[in-house]
């Protein structure tokens, strides 16, 4: 395929690249996200610049967008809503895609066989996921196919959701769930694995659970030949806790993200290239 410029926007991080043949990824940006959208547009516009104003670019976003990437819906960043992440020069040239979606796309062998399934389960500030079968990427009805964060699941029973719900997989199981349960909300470089064990320990079991828990019914629905985990709790010590859990006799073994913290980088250049075949 010919260089995508790539983007990914997460609730933490903003990260763009240049993504070429074989996946190689080069002229790297990452950055705090910024407060607002208009600033996010701002930072976008001068690494595409920088990049040589590449076309076609591919987006992975962690809020649901709609394809002009207008924010619809943002609960870890509710001052985004309502406004557009992309400068203006892109419309009608970018293909905007959910961030788990993009990651499902990046763990998906190039050369799977007829049927295969791959899950990706993505754990950081929040939870996204996706999951690609026989090639095509589950999009959904009003693209928020899989998303796993905001299913019930008995180990979140009684945690508040951003999302307005209770009892999601992501109030227990994520970034923003850990800083919450444990008193650290105004903390956006809260790091759980330098917390006392006596205090962690708990919300970490927790959240493993959790995410075990989730685990185990959506292999129950889509019987997965690949199962990734990533983002950034995902490819932590984290990882470790969770599969000690879930772990079966017979059933899909999850790996940590082959592609790393870049999956939604290089899920994004698939999905924009694709596009332009």
């Given at each position: 395929?010919?260089?995508?410029?790539?983007?990914?926007?997460?609730?933490?991080?903003?990260?763009?690249?240049?993504?070429?043949?074989?996946?190689?990824?080069?002229?790297?940006?990452?950055?705090?996200?910024?407060?607002?959208?208009?600033?996010?547009?701002?930072?976008?516009?001068?690494a595409?610049?920088?990049?040589?104003?590449?076309?076609?670019?591919?987006?992975?976003?962690?809020?649901?967008?709609?394809?002009?990437?207008?924010?619809?819906?943002?609960?870890?960043?509710?001052?985004?809503?309502?406004?557009?992440?992309?400068?203006?020069?892109?419309?009608?040239?970018?293909?905007?895609?959910?961030?788990?979606?993009?990651?499902?796309?990046?763990?998906?062998?190039?050369?799977?066989?007829?049927?295969?399934?791959?899950v990706?389960?993505?754990i950081?500030?929040?939870?996204?996921?996706?999951?690609?079968?026989?090639?095509?990427?589950?999009v959904?009805?009003?693209?928020?196919?899989?998303?796993?964060?905001?299913?019930?699941?008995?180990?979140?029973?009684?945690?508040?959701?951003?999302?307005?719900?209770?009892?999601?997989?992501?109030?227990?199981?994520?970034?923003?769930?850990?800083?919450?349960?444990?008193?650290?909300?105004?903390?956006?470089?809260?790091?759980?694995?330098?917390?006392?064990?006596?205090?962690?320990?708990?919300?970490?079991?927790?959240?493993?659970?959790?995410?075990?828990?989730?685990?185990?019914?959506?292999?129950?629905?889509?019987?997965?030949?690949?199962?990734?985990?990533?983002?950034?709790?995902?490819?932590?010590?984290?990882?470790d806790?969770?599969t000690?859990?879930?772990?079966?006799?017979?059933?899909?073994?999850?790996?940590?993200?082959?592609?790393?913290?870049?999956?939604?980088?290089?899920?994004?250049?698939?999905?924009?290239?694709?596009?332009?075949?």
């Amino acid at each position: 395929m010919s260089a995508v410029f790539a983007v990914d926007l997460g609730a933490t991080f903003l990260r763009t690249g240049l993504v070429g043949r074989d996946d190689r990824l080069t002229r790297r940006t990452r950055l705090p996200t910024p407060a607002t959208a208009a600033e996010c547009a701002a930072v976008v516009r001068t690494a595409w610049q920088a990049a040589g104003s590449p076309l076609p670019v591919g987006v992975a976003a962690a809020p649901l967008c709609d394809t002009a990437g207008r924010v619809i819906r943002w609960p870890n960043r509710p001052g985004y809503e309502g406004t557009t992440i992309l400068p203006d020069e892109w419309s009608g040239l970018v293909r905007v895609i959910d961030d788990g979606h993009a990651a499902a796309l990046a763990a998906d062998p190039v050369a799977a066989a007829a049927g295969s399934v791959t899950v990706c389960l993505q754990i950081g500030t929040g939870i996204g996921a996706g999951a690609v079968v026989d090639g095509r990427l589950l999009v959904g009805r009003s693209a928020s196919a899989m998303a796993l964060g905001h299913i019930r699941v008995r180990a979140a029973a009684g945690l508040a959701c951003s999302c307005g719900a209770t009892g999601c997989l992501q109030a227990a199981a994520s970034g923003r769930a850990f800083r919450r349960l444990l008193g650290r909300d105004d903390d956006p470089g809260f790091d759980i694995f330098t917390v006392p064990r006596a205090a962690a320990d708990p919300v970490l079991d927790r959240a493993a659970d959790a995410v075990a828990e989730a685990l185990n019914l959506i292999v129950g629905l889509l019987d997965p030949h690949q199962l990734a985990i990533g983002g950034s709790l995902g490819l932590s010590p984290f990882f470790d806790r969770v599969t000690t859990r879930f772990a079966r006799p017979g059933q899909v073994v999850p790996v940590r993200h082959p592609a790393g913290p870049d999956a939604p980088l290089l899920g994004a250049a698939r999905y924009a290239s694709a596009g332009t075949t």
